[in-house]
């Protein structure tokens, strides 16, 4: 009698742990140490998605600060915000072409430089002053360079270097 309650309080705790496993790796994995599992060129279908997008464009370009507490642009745009020295940014991301289309044509409007690449767009966050949000004119455009620098050093490799055959 005694061996069968001793394996069956085994069978307990073996149970237990799995299951506590189980748990801590599904919380882990929702977790914000897990951010930047989506590419920088993915079509977000969530703000989960659109924030994990923006980190890694963020992360790309030597970002600092992110920030995923921003309200959302609308219901398929995000805006999240990062820094890079004493320059802000923001960054968005578009859940589809119209939503894409739409927010370019008002950074366009805006004046600002900024860089748009696949479903996102970074440009220059003004810093105001007396609610003159550029005292002396736009940035120059060159304070979007570190987001051109990220997506031009990495070219896609050609098919034939990526080859195993041997010739």
Known sequence: ?????????GIVLLFCG????????????HSTWFHGKLPP??????ASQAEDVAFSVAS???CGNFDNELPPVS??????????????YAIYV???????ATGLSELR???????????YAVTAVPTATNNDPFPSGPPPDSIMDPFRQVTQANPVPSLRRLSLVRR
């Open 1 to 9: 009698m005694r061996r069968i309650v001793t394996k069956a309080f």
């Open 94 to 100: 578009y859940g589809g072409d119209q939503e894409r």
């Open 75 to 88: 219901s398929t745009s995000w805006r999240f915000g990062c820094d890079i020295g004493n320059a802000s």
């Open 41 to 46: 060129d993915t079509l977000p279908s969530s």
């Open 18 to 29: 799995v299951v506590f496993a189980v748990m801590l790796v599904a919380a882990l994995s």
């Open 109 to 119: 409007a805006d004046g600002r430089p900024f860089v748009a690449r696949a479903y």
């Open 60 to 62: 790309n370009a030597g």
